[in-house]
Nanobody, 126 residues
């Protein structure tokens, strides 16, 4: 059984910063991928960033240079540091995890490849 719990969402003005965290508990795997996704009502979930157990990272073009994904030393907490936020970053953000490596489609982490999901945290940029 795997559980993912997100925290850190909220409201911020354009140009500001937020830090999202996702804590993983349950089955442990030596080779895994964790990622952040976002979804607006009526739209498909899109990949934002992902990181492998060896800390190789992938980013959607829209967030490169502004967002940073990281994994703590215990490899149980993943963080997304979001700087220079824009109104178009407003969305529900979800963390996810999967065994084995990260899969990317058209430059974005592929949500269809992930097995485990958190409940989501809202980010609003005005």
């Amino acid at each position: 059984h795997v559980q993912l719990v997100e925290s850190g969402g909220g409201s911020v003005q354009a140009g500001g910063s937020l830090r999202l965290s996702c804590t993983y508990s349950g089955n442990t795997y030596s080779n895994f991928c964790m990622g952040w996704f976002r979804q607006d009502p009526g739209k498909e979930r899109e990949g934002v960033a992902s990181i492998t157990s060896l800390r190789k990272t992938y980013y959607a073009d829209s967030v490169k240079g502004r967002f940073t994904i990281s994994l703590d030393s215990a490899k149980t907490t993943m963080t997304l540091q979001m700087n220079s936020l824009k109104p178009e970053d407003t969305s529900m953000y979800y963390c996810a995890a999967k065994r084995w490596g990260c899969e990317v489609v058209q430059g974005r982490p592929d949500p269809n490849s992930f097995d485990y999901w958190g409940q989501g945290t809202q980010v609003t940029v005005s």
